[in-house]
């Protein structure tokens, strides 16, 4: 007897299409490094260095990077 596939979940549904289509050309915008007065709009968020931040791993690591260089400190 053959399993019957389940449909995809709306969660599943998305990430194939970012998968298939890319982040850049998705209405989703993530990477700071392409828009530096996000970054500088993030850095002015967290205050002063050091602040420590909490990286959640979820991206490319440039944000991180980018707030390094500025004096915070990265955990996660």
Known sequence: MQ???????AGSRF???IGAHG???SDWFTYSSSSSPLR???ADQ??????LILSVGCGS???ESHLGKLG???VG
Not at 46 to 51: E, H, L, N, R, T
């Open 3 to 9: 399993k019957q596939a389940k449909a995809p979940s």
């Open 15 to 17: 990430y194939r299409q």
């Open 40 to 42: 500088r709009w993030i």
């Open 72 to 74: 915070h400190r990265m």
């Open 23 to 25: 982040w850049c050309e």
């Open 46 to 51: 967290i205050g002063a260095p050091p602040s």
């Open 61 to 63: 690591g440039e944000l």
